[in-house]
């Protein structure tokens, strides 16, 4: 009996203290007092978020968490990072040990409604592809018929390969192997024609390969994997920043506003869509409780989408993944932001 | 009168002394003693020549960035890179001379207690015992007397396992004894508790330990109580490790003959006393070849806590080897990790024969 009544005490608490994490507003009024963002980012993952050799993180994750911080604090160094596995992410992001997670998390139906998570937008278009030998001389992914495949663990990968040859009614041998390092070596040594996993780790797996030139990958993508930021449920005004803070970063792009211009386009601008997103007309920071030149901050610190996709793994990286999908919609991609006004 | 003089005696035959005679001997005593000993011979040729050439003779030394590497043999430079970071994760560089000194202290202060001619060794022993981990602690966290804090976020590499495995060792131990102690007590109360502790923590693996505490925790846990995540795990390997040590322990508990026991109530001495100073001498000595056993395991076992994000020693190498810059290097990281692993374990292994044959006090004949 006694113990009952201590496990109600315990679960109401549990219940009061969830509750009171969701309630709007109190996500910005917490980072704000303590003075840093507290963003969930992968345990390493190439170019989206990884550690250089003097130790900083860097990656196209990690410069979404810099542009929240630039955005709430005017200094994108303000960030604290909380490097978690794939198993962690979520409750580290319920349980409010991160304030928001940027993460190569899939935005799927399930995570978005039964994990008590809203996706805030899309950092990068990915989906499944293929990496083959040149000598192959394949150049569709239809052509591979019969073909051994090397696939990483991991069920979606799995499913999406057998969904797709399926489809097309074609025949192939898979070979499954638990790291992306085992899959580059057999893919190497002849063992396997192609290598299946996402886009964005296929760079990356050839890359590892001893001449990356005798390698192509294909463009047939067979799977949405769209990846974007994360934050808790319930809390719609912190929600709204970490979704501004991309868009602002895109609106940027289209605008042809970025790092070395910002400042002075923000003084002398004439184009009036350009004055609403950095703050030169109108009060549109004070409706996002930011300061007014939050974008202005972003773009300066951070730089525009462009900028941080091309520093991290476009032409500016060892990765050279083309924007391909992830081009703005004004250049035949999927990357497109509301507008500031 | 005949003297009667030996003639000196033969040489023994050749094929009996000498390096001829000991492979005659231990290789090739038998057919199929011959026979595994040229398949052994054939497995060395067929991987010692291929890994000396890849680990040493084609390997790159020197260098900066990737690009100094030719990858045809391995890329140390990889390792030389990140040594800084492999060894101290991101601990600020310039406040790495604390990790430094805590080291430096651990080896200085402990080295009298293996000075033979050494008064007061046993209070020294328990001194040190108390005051080196607060040193430690102030050294490597800080945050009072001047220190500035180092949060352990920001530590990793070999330090962190150091760190797990020394507080692992130094918790588990009296723990364990303790709990040992406690399931031969004649008190109910007190087994029950001893016998549930230690079923519970041998019954469910490391791995799931770290994750309850690092993923269902939380959940229960107001939001201001972010108990650190070292801690946590910390915790979790003292209870898992000391319910392991219990049962070493118990094992030589149970060694003891009964005499012993007797021996020691009739001389007058009470529980405490007869513990400390007649059967866990004995008992303890007994077991050093299982705890060491379980301190290795211990040692290699702390990097489990990659599924909780920690960096230790391993997972600082597999996250370089995902810098852009430096893709494609985790062979070369793997062999070292594995290197320094095999040292640490090698190390300890050989202190424990070392305690044993300096501990062995007439039970062998």
């Given at each position: 009996m006694k113990m009952k009544s201590t496990l109600a005490v315990l679960s109401t608490a549990a219940v009061l203290g969830i509750s009171e994490l969701a309630q709007a507003g109190a996500t910005l009024d917490a980072v704000k007092s303590k003075g840093f963002v507290q963003c969930g980012i992968s345990d390493g993952l190439p170019g989206f978020s990884y550690a250089d050799a003097e130790g900083q993180y860097k990656g196209i994750d990690v410069d979404v968490c810099r542009a929240v911080a630039a955005a709430v604090f005017g200094d994108a160094s303000k960030v604290k990072y909380s490097p978690l596995t794939a198993k962690e992410r979520f409750t580290a992001l319920q349980s409010g040990e991160v304030d928001m997670l940027s993460r190569n998390t899939t935005w799927t139906s399930s995570r978005d409604a039964a994990m008590g998570l809203n996706f805030t937008g899309v950092t990068y278009y990915d989906g499944q592809g293929f990496l083959v030998n040149?000598?192959?001389?394949?150049?569709?992914?239809?052509?591979?018929?019969?073909a051994t495949v090397c696939i990483q663990a991991g069920t979606t990968t799995e499913l999406n390969l057998s969904d797709y040859f399926r489809a097309n009614n074609l025949k192939y041998t898979p070979i499954t192997y638990d790291t992306s390092d085992e899959s580059a070596k057999s893919l190497e040594s002849g063992r396997c024609d192609v290598l299946t996993s996402d886009q964005s780790q296929l760079y990356a797996q050839r890359i590892k390969l001893a001449d990356p030139d005798a390698y192509v990958v294909l463009p047939e993508v067979i799977s949405k994997e769209p990846l974007g930021p994360a934050v808790r449920q319930g809390d719609e005004e912190w929600f709204d920043i970490v979704r501004w803070s991309l868009f602002a970063m895109l609106n940027a792009e289209e605008l042809g506003v970025d790092s070395s211009n910002v400042e002075e386009t923000a003084k002398s601008t004439k184009n009036p869509d350009v004055a609403r997103l950095l703050g030169?007309?109108?009060?549109?920071g004070k409706d996002l409780k930011l300061p007014k030149d939050w974008a202005v901050q972003i773009v300066k610190q951070v730089g525009n989408y462009g900028e941080i996709f091309e520093r991290n793994i476009g032409s500016g990286s060892e990765l050279k993944i083309e924007r391909g999908l992830n081009a703005l919609w004004t250049n035949g991609g999927l990357q497109y932001a509301p507008p500031v006004r | 009168m005949t003297s009667h003089t030996f003639k000196p005696d033969l040489p023994p035959p050749s094929t009996s002394v000498g390096a001829l005679g000991w492979a005659r001997a231990n290789l090739f005593s038998s057919w199929y003693n011959t026979l595994l000993t040229l398949l052994g011979l054939y497995l060395v040729w067929l991987i010692v020549p291929p890994l000396v050439d890849w680990a040493l003779l084609k390997a790159d030394w020197s260098g900066s960035t990737r690009a100094d590497c030719t990858r045809e043999g391995a890329c140390w430079v990889f390792i030389q890179t990140r040594f800084a970071q492999f060894m101290y994760g991101f601990y600020p560089a310039e406040l790495r001379w604390r990790v430094d000194l805590a080291a430096i202290l651990a080896i200085v202060g402990a080295a009298p207690l293996f000075l033979k001619a050494m008064p007061h060794k046993v209070r020294y022993g328990i001194g040190y015992l108390i005051a080196y981990p607060l040193l430690a602690y102030w050294l490597l966290h800080g945050g009072f007397l001047g220190l500035d804090t180092v949060p352990t976020t920001q530590w990793g590499g070999l330090m962190l396992t150091i760190v797990i495995a020394a507080v692992g060792i130094a918790g588990a131990l009296p723990l364990g004894i303790v709990l040992a102690l406690g399931r031969r007590s004649d008190m109910p109360a007190i087994r029950v508790i001893c016998v549930t502790f230690i079923e519970f923590w041998r019954g469910v693996p490391l791995i799931t330990v770290l994750f309850m505490s690092s993923v269902m925790l939380p959940l229960f846990?107001?939001?201001?109580?972010?108990?650190d995540k070292l801690l946590r795990a910390m915790l979790m390997v003292v209870f898992f490790e000391a319910a392991y040590v219990a049962e070493v322990v118990r094992g030589g508990l149970q060694a003891i003959p009964k005499g012993q026991y007797e021996a020691a109530a009739a001389m007058g001495l009470g529980y405490w006393r007869s513990m400390v100073l007649v059967i866990l001498p004995q008992a303890l000595k007994l077991v050093i070849p299982g705890l060491v056993n379980t301190f290795i395991a211990l040692f290699k076992d702390t990097s489990l806590v990659i599924i909780i994000g920690l960096f230790d020693f391993l997972n600082s190498i597999k996250r370089a080897t995902t810098d852009p810059a430096w893709l494609g290097m985790s062979t070369e990281g793997y062999v070292f990790a594995a290197l320094v692993y095999w040292i640490f374990c090698f190390g300890m292994s050989r202190y424990s024969m070392h305690l044993e044959r300096k501990l062995d006090t007439g039970h062998k004949r």
């Open positions: 040149k000598e192959l001389g394949v150049k569709s992914a239809k052509e591979l018929d019969g030169a007309e109108g009060e549109y | 846990l107001p939001e201001q109580m972010n108990l």
